[in-house]
């Protein structure tokens, strides 16, 4: 089954600790992406990956890092997490082209 | 630059009602466009989309026709149901080099029985 499978899908944890969040898709999709949802202003994309080594900034990206070694993979790192970052975290991936997202289920992340 | 711009909400209505949800839209080039719904507590699935003007999208009794003359991709649908209740995301991809998608800040939906 095609999918994009995000983890974990619910994370509290403490300021200051180190977190990842791992995403994976099974499409073989040149672009991944990572957004945040919050209330009233929708879907803001964090940061994106054309392909294996190659990411950019998206709108959000200051206190968060990315990588992509790997095409299936596209995990977002939280060196130093703040309260502000709470919020609900999607990963998505496409082909390049005019073509759909596809959507993980979401990681509800809670930093208190 | 590119933006989509769709109606605030909430929107109730109730069961069996006719629904729109206006999107417009603001884009160079010929962009691919999308309605995304997210159920609660899930991701963002795709409902339908089109890929160039006058093409028309439809998926479990939505529609959506792109109107390039006024720039918008309006979804209806002429009888909701309960489990319709949902955010709606009207999107696009206008095929920049940066990869992402556009998205509408999303309509939620409440269908009362």
């Known amino acids: 089954e095609a999918q994009v499978t995000q983890n974990p899908r619910y994370l509290i944890t403490v300021t200051g600790k180190k977190l990842t969040v791992t995403c994976s898709q099974n499409?073989?999709?040149?672009?991944m992406s990572w957004y945040r949802q919050d209330p009233g202003l929708g879907l803001r994309q964090i940061y994106y990956?054309?392909?294996?080594?190659?990411?950019d900034k998206g709108d959000v990206p200051e206190g968060y890092k990315v990588s992509r070694k790997e095409k299936r993979n596209f995990p977002l790192i939280l060196e130093s997490p703040s309260p502000n970052q709470t919020s609900l975290y999607f990963c998505a991936s496409r082909n390049a082209g005019y073509t759909e997202a596809f959507f993980g289920q979401g990681t509800r992340l809670t930093v208190v | 630059g590119n933006s989509v711009t769709q109606m605030e909400g909430p929107v109730t209505l109730s069961e069996e009602a006719f629904l729109t949800i206006n999107c417009t839209y603001t884009?160079?080039?010929?962009?691919?466009l999308f309605w995304y719904v997210q159920y609660p507590g899930e991701g963002l699935q795709l409902l339908l989309k089109a890929t160039k003007a006058d093409d028309k999208g439809s998926n479990k009794g939505f529609e959506a026709t792109y109107r390039k003359e006024t720039t918008s991709f309006h979804l209806e649908k002429g009888s909701v149901q309960v489990s319709d209740s949902a955010v709606y995301f009207c999107a696009l991809n206008y095929g920049g080099s940066q990869g992402n998608l556009i998205f509408g800040k999303g309509t939620k939906l409440s269908v009362k029985p």
């Open positions: 884009a160079t080039g010929y962009p691919s």
């Open positions: 499409m073989n999709h040149e672009y």
């Open positions: 990956s054309m392909n294996v080594e190659v990411t």
